[in-house]
């Protein structure tokens, strides 16, 4: 359907597997307005084709690869898309945003989304070239790791001249494959890892799809967006979090000053520091082993960076990985964990779902629960382990269900770190208690960024009180649905680093930066007017170049106020998909260690007071007391309409 707006192509695919037919999926304008694209577009495309009674390996679910409108404008970071599914790790929808350069790609091809449904007889890898789709037998290459495939897809796209055709790839490896619950899609060397998308793709009988084309994204004002882009990276580049700490440690330099706050997960988050921390931080990671910073297309930020491993230059860990396979097993070997990295990418699983399995293996054998060799700070054999995982090899095949489902079999629930069946990232957050609300409520399970990412204002930006309970519901629900719409647009989350003003980071201890640490746990009235009465903030905020970007682009109006209205209707409408799955207060926990047991002893407040948090989060978003979003809210967002 064709748009009058810039920055979409107007053209979303629906290929059905089972019959090997495509056909134009409708999403109109007003559907553009409504649910933006990314993230948000892939719930609504869920919610109107789901009831609540499909299985994540089914004929019924849907794998729906979304790009935003900002996708491929030049925009700084925005080359992201977006896949979300019913996961086969939850039994909710997952949502993954990725940079590697298939988004891009797709809309080259003249195609804001691509819905795939049913699987294949036999693997198989898609080509679309433009309105061209082409099926090929892809037996030559399953079983074939990740990059492998990647280098023998581009030599069946080579042309006469010998050169090959650009294109954008998603592909999956053996854990894909063989549907490991926590598999994940692989591009470039990005990867969408959260929720097991790559075992649905696994299930699918897709080994990979490559696209092409030639059409370009129309940008409405362009003038007005060259502009704006050059001072948007200007901007990016001064601010300490995006011009200074990321691009120098990447996500890994805030490993100290996790340290320093407690909130490093060491031994399957038993404890909030490590001994050896300096082993496995940033600062050494970059002293010794960084050799050039990467980024995704468009990207001013470069977060990630290349290391050597065997003699190959290769992606380095990102700060879950590093924590979870370093403090996380009581590991201190760097370069292990450099390598392990490596070869869970090559294997397509998610880093952070297999080391905290790992992790809570390593407890239950310790405890006597379930003998199954894998223990604290002994470290040698896991490549091996991945290996078996990613195959369903002896013990890889009970590993390979994740920490939810063996603590189901083995006992020790109370020490299984996941929520909704999604293993947490790498932050422990009994002493940052609003993160710890955040990756209980998220709605793909036990995720950082979904969850609001509260902790960079309770101590790795900011340092508002990490334990209080005041103020963090609202602005959790703030950080998510700001965080719901980059996303949805096709920008990287880590865009909205820049929005707290440089001075604040650059002068934690000047006069300023301790009043906003002391004033901001008491201004969730303020969040709770700007979502009420969204015209209040009718302005573009100079932190906040979002906002511009996205009218220049589109030739919508958008607002702060307007965005944040956006965000919350995706936030609650992915909600919505899961409460056809079931979702309610109760799945909306943290296992006990978190919630009942000190972290420190000498501290009450040391843990995360979830149910007086959730109460105040729930009341916050309008929310019954079971946690759903009340039919007046549903009617306000124009969800289900
Ligand atoms: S900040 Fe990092 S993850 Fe985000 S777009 Fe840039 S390089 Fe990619």
Known sequence: MATKYGGYMGKVLLIDLLKKESREYPFSDEERELYIGGKMMAAKILKDNLTGKEKPFSDDNLLVITTGPLTGSGAPSSSRFNISTLSPQTGYLTSSNCGGNFGYYLKKAGLDALILKGHLERPTWIEINNDQIVFHEADDIWGMKTTEVQTAIDDKLRLKNGRVRKNGKICIGPAGENQVLYSCI?????????????????????KAIAVSGNKEVKVVNKEKMVKLTKKWFKYLRKHPLTGSQLPKLGTAGLVSAMQMKSILATKNYKYGQYEDFEAVNGETLAKEYNIVNKGCLTCPIKCARTVSVEGKIVKGPELETLVLLGSGILNNDLKAILKW?????????????????????????????????????????????????????????????????????????????????????AYEPRKAVGLGLGYAVSNRGGCHLNGGYLVILEGLGLAINPTTYHGKA?????????????????????????????PLMNHPNSWYTRLANKVLPYCGFAVRLINKYPRIAHLHLPVFHHTKAFEYVTGMKMKFGDYVRCGERGYNLEREVNRLFGVNANKDALPKRLVECLQDAADDSSKVPLDKLKKIYYHARSWDENGLPKAKLLRKLKIGE
């Open 186 to 206: 692989v591009s470039n060397d990005r990867v969408s890892g959260r929720g097991g998308t790559g075992a649905i793709m696994g299930y699918m009988k897709i």
């Open 341 to 425: 990295n490596y070869e869970l990418d090559e294997l397509g699983m998610d880093t952070i779902s297999t080391a905290n399995t790992i992790s809570y293996a390593m407890e239950a054998n310790e405890k006597g629960l379930w003998d199954n060799g894998l223990e604290f700070k002994k470290t040698d054999n896991l490549s091996k382990v991945f290996e078996d995982i990613a195959y369903k090899r002896g013990i890889g095949e009970e590993l390979a269900l994740g920490s939810k489902r063996l603590s189901e079999k083995y006992g020790g629930k109370e020490f299984a770190i996941h929520a909704k069946g999604m293993e947490l990232a």
């Open 474 to 502: 609202d602005l959790t629900m703030l950080f998510q649905d700001l965080m719901e719409m980059i996303s949805a647009s096709g920008q990287c989350l880590f865009t909205s680093y820049a929005f707290f003003p440089s």
